[in-house]
Every structure is written in structure tokens, then in C-alpha cells.
């Protein structure tokens, strides 16, 4: 048996998780803005703008989270308040977001990774919550792609992985 570790790493992650969501933006934002308004019960949204909202909210959510901007266990609301009108506007939030996410894989320590965070009874390592954010928004982005190709609305490229330029 080989000592040899092989990993997936959080900035592989995060690069992997640039070109999909480049793809996602770039098809959404050649959409009709009323697509926004399309009824989906996913991610306990009611239309494409909620489901979009709570994916990308999470994303910055987390992002903050991790690099010490926001307590896990305190108020969103702000969050909650900013503008997602717009594919735009979602993606700003997006892009906030994520930017914090890689800025945290670049630079956690092995310390920092391992804090443990608290929220009532759950308790996580910044690592995990790291996972579940990234996992978190492939899910959601692939109940998407699902939903929106029943709606009429399929994307134009393969979502597998395997697809991805990002890693040989």
C-alpha cells in the first residue's frame, strides 16, 4: 500500500466551481428577465429568482463566515436585504461570494480549517462548512439544470465533471 495522499483540493474546488458557474451566468444572462419569474419548489424557493437567491446567498454567507466577517450563529438579515432582482444582481452575489470562499481556500491554515464552529445544537470545522457550501451549490445548480430543462429552458453544455477544463 502506497503512503502516496491523494486530495481534491479546496483551491481545485473553488477553480472547478469558477468555470461552472462562469457557464450558468454567461447562459443566464442571455435570458429573458422574466425567466426569474419561472415557478420551481426547489431549495424552499418559489421561483428561479428565490432558488437563485438562496444559492448564491449561501455562497456569501459562508464566504464571510469562514474569513471571520460574520458570526456563523448571528444575523443575516443584511444579507437578506441585498438587491436580487436582476440575473445580474444575483450574481454580484455571486462573485462577493466566491471571491471569499477562495480567498479562505488560499490561505486557511490547518488550524484555521479545523475551528470549530457552533450554531445551537450544530457544530462544524471550517473545513466542513468549506465542503458544504461548495456541495451545497453543485446540488442546487444540478436540480436546476433539471428543472429548467422540464420548463422548456436546457442549457446548451454538459454539466459532468468530467467536462470541466479545469483540471486534466
Known amino acids: 500500500m502506497s503512503n502516496t495522499v491523494l486530495a481534491f483540493t479546496f483551491p481545485e474546488m473553488i477553480a472547478a466551481q469558477q468555470v461552472e458557474i462562469a457557464k450558468w451566468e454567461q447562459w443566464f444572462l442571455k435570458q429573458p428577465a422574466s425567466l426569474l419569474d419561472l415557478p420551481l419548489d426547489l431549495a424552499k424557493g418559489q421561483d428561479l429568482r428565490s432558488v437563485l437567491f438562496h444559492v448564491l446567498f449561501v455562497e456569501l454567507y459562508f464566504g464571510e463566515t469562514l474569513n471571520d466577517l460574520r458570526q456563523w450563529d448571528g444575523p443575516r438579515e443584511d444579507l437578506l436585504k441585498l438587491p436580487h432582482q436582476t440575473f445580474a444582481d444575483l450574481f454580484d452575489i455571486h462573485h462577493r461570494g466566491l471571491a471569499l470562499l477562495k480567498q479562505w481556500a488560499e490561505h486557511a491554515t490547518p488550524e484555521d480549517a479545523d475551528k470549530v464552529l457552533s450554531r445551537g445544537e450544530l457544530r462544524a470545522s471550517k473545513k466542513k462548512c468549506f465542503i458544504q457550501v461548495m456541495e451545497h451549490t453543485v446540488r442546487h445548480f444540478a436540480q436546476l439544470a433539471v428543472a429548467l430543462r422540464l420548463a422548456g429552458h436546457p442549457t ?10 479545469s483540471m486534466q
Open 156 to 165: 446548451d453544455w454538459g454539466h459532468d465533471f468530467l467536462r470541466n477544463p
